[in-house]
């Protein structure tokens, strides 16, 4: 379908190559992979079911409302093939003609799989105002409507270069792999995406606020921006995550999340507020948080292990450690550290700091037992004797910050 009414309204007006629609049957469909790999803006956008918000852009377009009327037409009369077919509606605009004859577009079919990839031939050098200049800025815009009756992938991989990545209204799709990529444009998410293994990363941009499903892991990592995630259980997959790991340089990182295996935090220069639960039944996550200069808060379910190293940002966590035998290790340099127990604690303790405040609570003090070998370092440990509990170990250290441990006895439960 070619609609060569409409045209591009931007900050000047720009060449357009005609509208290219590819059909691809749903039937069978295992994998499916779109890239855009040009210099330039525009989107990337994946859909199921809601014909009306695929042709959403194209009312802004015209001039006249009889284009309108008519792709609305043709929207009617394809009606029953969005039921069995994968669409994919591609726009291209450029600044010059030249970028567009050098634009291509390479669909393949392989068995029960589909790709389609958008990129230049060369890097020609263009005269434009007598200056030659490396010139493929291309906007693109690509729309890929997945049919209802597609309720299951077992990957599906998008990725672009500057364009922005759209996830709308997925929630009937189950994808065993799902990734996400792009350098500069950004991700979202609109309503709930649903997959075993979940992967988004960009560079310049913040991933979220989304809603996630992941059964087995996710991982989100961006370079110059926010991640803001709230997992949700997916009852028909299965809703343990084992693993979560979350990275961000310059960014904030908070949300709600679920982990059996491992949850891991990287942060450089953004605050951390985070909340962990562990499946309902199952194994608890061993647990690694690393920032630098930013804050960290949360509400930790932990197995076996947590990690916590901090340079300047202070650090509050309320730990839930289940019947497991934690080994906890926390560090800073000149933040302080509060941790809270939310379930009775028994083991070895040791608070040491250099020039800070140490302290120590428990609800029940006559089963805490412990020496002041210095002003600035507490070790000792605590039993408790009326629930079983196996013996764990803290080991808590800072510099030039104050360290409080608040621990719960089975008298509180």
């Known amino acids: ?25 749903a039937s069978g469909m295992k994998s499916l992979f779109f890239k855009l790999t040009t210099i330039g803006v525009g989107f990337l956008r994946i859909v199921q079911s809601d014909n009306s918000s695929v042709y959403e852009d194209y009312r802004d377009y015209g001039d006249c409302q009889d284009c309108d009327e008519q792709v609305l037409e ?12 994968i669409r994919v509606s591609v726009r291209v605009f450029a600044d010059c003609e030249d970028s567009l004859r050098r634009a291509r577009m390479t669909p393949t079919m392989d068995r029960n799989s589909f790709s389609l990839v958008i990129d ?21 815009e690509m729309v890929v409507t997945i049919p209802i009756s597609l309720d ?4 599906l991989q998008l990725e672009s270069n500057r364009q922005n990545i759209e996830i709308n209204n997925l929630e009937g799709l189950f994808t065993e792999s799902f990734s996400a990529k792009t350098n500069s444009g950004k991700i979202s998410v609109n309503k709930h995406l649903r997959a075993s293994a979940i992967s988004l990363e960009t560079v310049n941009s913040a991933l979220g606020p989304m809603t996630l499903s992941a059964t087995t892991s996710l991982s989100a990592k961006t370079v110059c921006g926010a991640i803001e995630i709230q997992q949700r259980p997916d009852w028909q997959h299965g809703s343990t995550t084992s693993s979560v790991r979350l990275e961000t340089v310059s960014g904030s990182i908070q949300g709600r999340f679920v982990a059996g295996q491992h949850f891991t935090v990287k942060n450089v220069s953004g605050s951390v507020d985070v909340a962990v639960d562990a499946p309902e039944s199952g194994s608890r996550p061993s647990v690694d948080l690393q920032t630098v200069s930013g804050i960290v808060n949360g509400r930790v379910s ?23 035998a934690p080994e906890v290790k926390g560090s800073t340099v000149s933040g302080d550290l509060t941790i809270y127990f939310l379930r ?16 120590i609570r428990a609800s029940n003090e006559r089963s805490v037992k412990y020496r002041e070998k210095k ?22 250290f800072t510099m030039y910050g104050n360290i409080r441990l608040n621990l719960r006895t089975a008298g509180d439960l």
């Open 152 to 155: 299951h992938l077992e990957k």
């Open 302 to 324: 932990i197995g076996k292990q947590l990690k916590l190293s901090s340079v300047s940002g202070p650090v509050e966590l309320q730990l839930d450690p289940g019947t497991e």
């Open 1 to 25: 379908m070619v609609t060569t009414d409409i045209e591009y309204r931007g900050s000047k007006r720009l060449y357009r190559v005609g509208n290219d629609d590819l059909e691809v049957d």
């Open 74 to 85: 043709k929207i009617d009369a394809d009606h029953a093939v969005f039921d069995d077919k």
């Open 344 to 359: 009775p604690f028994a083991g070895d303790f040791t608070l040491t700091t250099l020039s800070g405040g140490v302290g």
């Open 120 to 140: 230049m031939t060369d890097n020609q050098p263009t005269n434009m105002n007598n200056t030659f200049v490396i010139s493929d800025h291309l906007h693109i």
């Open 375 to 396: 002003k600035t370092k507490l070790s000792g440990r605590l039993s408790t004797k009326e629930v079983k509990v196996r013996e764990g170990s803290i080991r808590l």
